[in-house]
């Protein structure tokens, strides 16, 4: 949405421009205006600033604000100027209400075969049969069905239709706790953010969502611009603009050549004033996060008003709709109807299974129905050779409806109701405890995923480190102190010079505060590194603050700031004499080479010759960096008063420096973090650190993390270096030479962050292994948006980290600590595994109930389980059951195999050996009873009753003992690897305790007080322990079960694996959409928006080209629709229409998010 700005040139002659427009609340310039004047840049936005309104006083007098008094602050023209140009906060798009995730619940594939069996089965059991069969038609019984069970038939059908109720429920309770935790944790971070503006001639912190259009800003070093505004008067300004335009050169910003500031940019250098003149969804940024469906809603509705305000330009109000914009529209549409082809490896299987399981349930529905209707047909046609007489036509049909009543009992039975249950429950229960753990999901998927994990590219700074810098060893004055010397240990000249300057070449905003409670460590505000240096002033007993208050930031004559070309940081200061004198600090590599002299212990100048400097490399900042020091060199240059150099010739001034002293920073390993590297290399994790820093550092820090470990073959490779390898003459990326480099790869030095992105993409994309690699990525900048998008499982820093890096992440970090991220792993196997338990235990269930009701059927006519009974079995057993597994915690031993990997079946053949072993025995034990069970217990027999009679005792039995086996078979499932310990652990989970005991409380009371409505006669005590005997035996044969070695097993398949290639064609998917539509939709519903599965970086990326071009909106069109066409290809960072975002991280005093880019 870029450049809209020529948009409003091309549509309408110019001097319709200069006419005023009857504007709105007595203000010179309407909303629309302002926004087109805001996608101008340089030369173009200065004219048309002159052309409109003179001048920027001009427009201040228009938005009736003074340059220099600002607004006055009257809360009735604040709210004005709110309703007319908009607050400053960028809405977060609606949340869906209750009834849309109940709808969106309502779209799985198993709940709509559930749906169509409880809705076809509720409409039969109100069909009334027709009047008395007469002797002509035959009186052939069709099954005894007493009119209990008549009675009973709807119950069926309700007891499903109860069963998805409670899902959707569940499902869509779930999604929306989940969301209003997110939007809180959003809306804390927001609230804490405070600017400065003058309101009165007053300057005031006002908070950022507070800022109006017309509000006169101060912005300084080291701010984040919070609103879109034109720049009054600035010295020196220089602006970050990466964030928006991926250019990591610095943009001069002047009032007489470039003054437009764009909210979202980091301030470099300087100062200025600016007037605020678009907020909110209006800024740059807020069109940014429009493009990214985060205002989605808002922004149709202010489309509407601005139509309604002001007709001809209300075309530049429209998101995405230009001239052209109509096919992009479809092409959109058509992308986001196509589902992706990367989704969640678990639903991919489960929706596979179901479907697997739904389509067995209908053959063996269908072959029940066919073998009731040919014995009919053939005893009363063939056997007792009557005629079909059209008086009989609908007593035939009442039949045929009974048998089809049955065929769909077995159906419905087949169909695992409990699956889609298990799974939310199983999702949100660890979404719950995970936000204990420190990882607040955002989506649901992740969760899973991470469990598949088999490689992590970690951040250094922040989540293997502790983020808090402390100097600890120093070379001042020719000697290299291993701690901090004592101040009179130096001569008083270095000493002062020292503190000058660490105090004043820093952003003033760095300030070391008294700590919060007492004995806690003292609190660190802005750039880590600096703070570092601050706190070694503090050190040497001298204070910082004093200098600060000699010299204020406005007296500063000239600052040179960090950025990650310099490496380095130099301010200017003018001497009481009238010379000038500069300190710098920054990568002692780099301002070594500049430096031609060195302070000796008495703080006199000896030349440093570059032997000097090979010397002093050897022997102190190698031997530091080895430590895993971070070193830093602090030095100064004095100019005399005669001539002033030319401050814009930063290599000639910033040369010839002395050097002061360089410093070890260290910046310590927080002390679990080795622990948590060591468990994931056990569970079969490569961690791989990626960093800004240097190679020596990295490297010592790596080998403390044990990220490397000595003797083994591994690879630390710089930026440079890593894309030397992996380029080709052209400098074209190539997967071949990519895949040479990254298995081995365990360190990524001075990286910048598209290194990162490649570095996952490659390792994503790879094709070497015999598994796909799923990744796992940390981040916290802002150019770390598009690895965190890239990557299977994105990790935010939720204290570090940058709104751009949260909204691009999967989960959030609460605490940045990558202890954390092992939590994740375990927790996302734990989901797969007690999905699987579930499975082993509801399949048995299912396969024997199956079978019983289908020979049954065909035997006796007659179900031995009646229809009720089936359900309390069904819905209950399957709704507690997948309610006690889904809920086992995790165990560390969860961390002791490797990833399951992306085609593993979701039921293994330990599984299936379990499944069909546990079959066997509760099928041979249920048939043993139905058919010779009343001579052993010497009762009448049940079978072929006559109608209307009691219930029998004898399938009382039969159902008692079949709910007593599953119950004791709930407790074998708890176990899918074949352990022998099935009691290992059970009490950790109250649970699974309480509700097999409850369902047994439950079942006595059924069979001793149910009675006819669910067909039982009470049982005698006798009766009941051989009825727990059997059941107990289930746990036995359990045992046999293990026993037999599954390897020996080669008859038994797996089930349920994952979809085959991870590449499918075109129209494979367009086929396969309707079995997958559903069941994609399942998991994703805690995604934002639905177009977010589109390749959000792509748009990203295109808006911030169309920024850098400047080109008219047609041409972004044009782009972007060029573009859709490589939406999965952003290797081919060469090519014009994708943008390599900023390779600098934007080090402001406010956040260098991590530190991560300094030496």
């Known amino acids: 949405m870029g450049d809209m700005a020529n948009s409003s040139i091309e549509f309408h002659p110019k001097p319709q421009q200069q006419r005023e427009v009857p504007h709105v609340g007595g203000f010179g310039c309407t909303l629309a205006e302002l926004r087109s004047l805001m996608e101008l840049r340089g030369a173009e936005a200065l004219q048309k600033i002159q052309e409109a309104y003179g001048d920027v006083s001009g427009l201040c007098r228009r938005l009736k604000t003074s340059p220099t008094e600002g607004l006055a602050d009257n809360t009735n023209d604040l709210e004005k100027r709110r309703q007319i140009y908009g607050q400053n906060f960028i809405p977060p798009k609606q949340p869906k209400t209750f009834l849309q995730l109940v709808w969106e619940a309502l779209q799985d594939v198993t709940l709509i075969i559930l749906e169509v069996a409880a809705i076809v089965s ?101 701010d984040l611009l919070p609103a879109d505004g034109v720049l009054i008067q600035g010295n020196d300004l220089k602006i970050d603009e990466s964030s928006l335009t991926g250019e990591s050169d610095h943009v001069r910003k002047s009032a007489d050549k470039d003054p437009m500031l764009l909210s979202g940019t980091h301030v470099m250098e300087g100062s200025g004033r600016m007037v605020v003149t678009a907020v909110g969804v209006n800024s740059q940024t807020g069109i940014i996060f429009t493009l990214l469906g985060a205002g989605g809603e808002e922004e149709e509705k202010k489309d509407k008003k601005a139509k309604k305000q002001d007709g001809a330009v209300a075309m530049e109000m429209q998101p995405l709709k230009s001239a052209e914009g109509g096919e992009m529209e479809e092409r959109e549409k058509k992308k986001a109807n196509v589902p992706k082809k990367e989704k969640s490896v678990l639903q991919g299987k489960l929706t596979k299974l179901a479907v697997q399981i739904g389509k067995a349930g209908l053959v063996m529905s269908a072959i029940t129905v066919i073998i009731l209707v040919l014995y009919f047909v053939i005893e009363t046609f063939v056997v007792d050779g009557r005629v079909w007489l059209a008086e009989c036509t609908p007593v035939y049909v009442q039949y045929f409806v009974k048998f089809f009543i049955i065929g769909v009992t077995v159906l419905v039975v087949a169909v695992p109701e409990g699956l889609p249950l298990a799974v939310t429950i199983s999702l949100a229960y660890s979404v719950k405890k995970m936000m204990k753990d420190n990882n607040l999901v955002r989506h649901l998927d992740a969760c899973e995923t991470m469990g598949n994990a088999t490689a992590i590219c970690s951040d250094k700074t922040g989540t293997l480190t502790t983020n808090r810098m402390t100097v600890v060893q120093s070379y001042l004055g020719d000697t290299h102190y291993k701690e901090i010397p004592a101040p009179s240990a130096l001569t008083p000249k270095i000493l002062d010079l020292l503190v000058h300057a660490i105090s004043i070449n820093s952003a003033y905003t760095t300030k070391i505060l008294p700590p919060e409670k007492e004995g806690a460590l003292p609190r660190q505000v802005g750039n880590k590194t600096e703070c570092a240096l601050l706190g070694f002033v503090l050190d040497l007993k001298r204070d910082f603050q004093p200098v600060r208050e000699q010299i204020p930031e406005d007296q500063l004559y000239k600052v040179y700031t960090f950025n990650s070309v310099r490496k380095s940081m130099s301010t200017v200061i003018r001497m009481p004499d009238g010379g000038f004198r500069l300190f710098s600090k920054g990568a002692s590599e780099i301002l070594l080479k500049k430096c031609t002299n060195i302070l000796n212990s008495n703080g006199e100048l000896r030349g440093f010759r570059p032997r000097d400097r ?128 990254w298995p081995k790869l365990r360190v990524l030095a001075r990286s910048s962050p598209t290194d990162k992105h490649t570095l996952v993409k490659g390792i994503i994309d790879s094709t070497t292994g015999e598994q796909r690699q799923v990744v796992a990525v940390t981040g916290d900048g802002t150019n770390d948006g598009p690895a965190l998008k890239k990557a299977d499982v994105g990790f935010a820093m939720g204290i570090a980290g940058t709104d751009v890096a949260k909204e691009a992440s999967d989960i959030i970090l609460t605490d940045d600590n990558f202890t954390s991220i092992v939590k994740a792993v375990m927790w996302g196997r734990n989901v797969y595994d007690s999905i699987s338990k579930f499975l082993q235990f509801q399949l048995t269930v299912n396969v024997v109930a199956v079978i019983v009701a289908f020979t049954g059927a065909c035997i006796t006519q007659d179900s031995p389980l009646k229809a009720v009974q089936m359900l309390w079995v069904n819905l209950i057993m399957d709704t507690f059951a997948s309610l006690a597994l889904a809920t086992e915690p995790p165990t560390e031993s969860l ?129 009941w322990l051989w009825c727990l005997f059997v059941g107990v035996g289930e746990l036995v044969w359990g045992q046999v079960i293990a026993t037999i070695p599954t390897s020996q097993l080669k008859c038994l398949k797996e089930a349920g694996h994952g979809p085959g290639k991870d590449e499918m064609t075109d129209e494979e998917l367009a086929e396969g959409e309707e079995e997958i539509d559903h069941a994609e939709r399942e998991l994703r519903r805690g995604q934002i928006l639905w177009f977010r599965g589109l390749n959000r970086i792509q748009t990203q990326m295109e808006v911030v080209s169309t920024f850098k071009r400047s080109g008219s909106f047609q041409g972004a069109v044009r782009r972007r629709s060029s573009v859709l066409s490589q939406l999965h290809d952003v290797t081919n960072l060469s090519t014009p229409t994708h943008v390599t975002l900023s390779a600098a991280k934007p080090p402001s005093a406010a956040g260098n998010p991590g530190g991560e880019s300094i030496p």
């Open 895 to 1023: 961390l002791l195999r490797k990833p399951y990997g992306r085609d593993k079946p979701l039921i293994s053949r330990t599984m299936m050996k379990n499944i069909l072993g546990h079959a066997v025995y509760q099928l041979t034990i249920i048939f043993t009873l139905l058919f010779v069970g009343e001579l052993f217990f010497d009762i009448d027999s049940g079978r072929n009753a006559p109608l209307h009679s009691p219930p029998s005792e004898h399938y009382t039995i039969i159902f008692n003992t079949f709910v007593m086996m599953q119950l004791f078979n709930e407790i074998n499932a708890r176990k899918i690897h074949g352990e022998r310990n099935v009691f290992d652990g059970i009490f950790s989970n109250p649970i699974f305790c309480t509700i097999v005991l409850g369902t047994f409380g439950i079942q006595i009371v059924i069979v001793q007080f149910g009675g006819k409505p669910f067909s039982c006669s009470p049982l005698s005590t006798e009766q």
């Open 614 to 741: 090979d010397d002093m490399v050897k022997k102190i900042i190698e031997p530091m960096a080895c430590d895993g020091l971070r070193t830093i060199c602090i030095a100064y240059r004095d100019f005399s008063a005669i001539q002033e150099p030319d401050w814009d010739n930063e290599n000639e001034v910033v040369g010839d420096l002395t050097c002061i002293a360089v410093v070890g920073i260290e910046d310590p390993v927080r002390p679990e973090v080795p622990e948590a590297i060591r468990k994931c290399q056990r569970a079969g994790i490569t961690v791989r650190m990626v960093t800004g820093d240097n190679i020596n550092t990295a490297r010592a820090i790596a080998a403390k993390c044990g990220i490397i470990q000595p003797g083994e073959d591994f690879l630390c490779l710089e930026g440079k270096e890593f894309n030397r390898r992996i380029r080709n003459e052209k400098g074209e990326i190539e997967q071949e030479r990519l895949d040479k480099v």
């Open 122 to 222: 509720l409409g039969l059991s109100f069909y009334a049969p027709p009047g008395e069969e007469s002797e002509a038609c035959g009186n052939v019984s069709g099954g005894a069905e007493d009119e209990g069970e008549a009675e009973a038939g709807w119950i069926e059908g309700a007891a499903i239709l109860l069963s998805v109720i409670c899902v959707v429920l569940v499902t869509a309770f779930n999604d929306w706790s989940k969301e209003k935790q997110f939007r809180g944790l959003q809306s804390r971070i927001e609230q804490e953010q405070k600017f400065t503006v003058i309101r009165n001639g007053q300057l005031l912190q006002v908070p950022v969502a507070a800022l109006v259009v017309g509000d006169i800003a101060q912005v300084k070093y080291g």
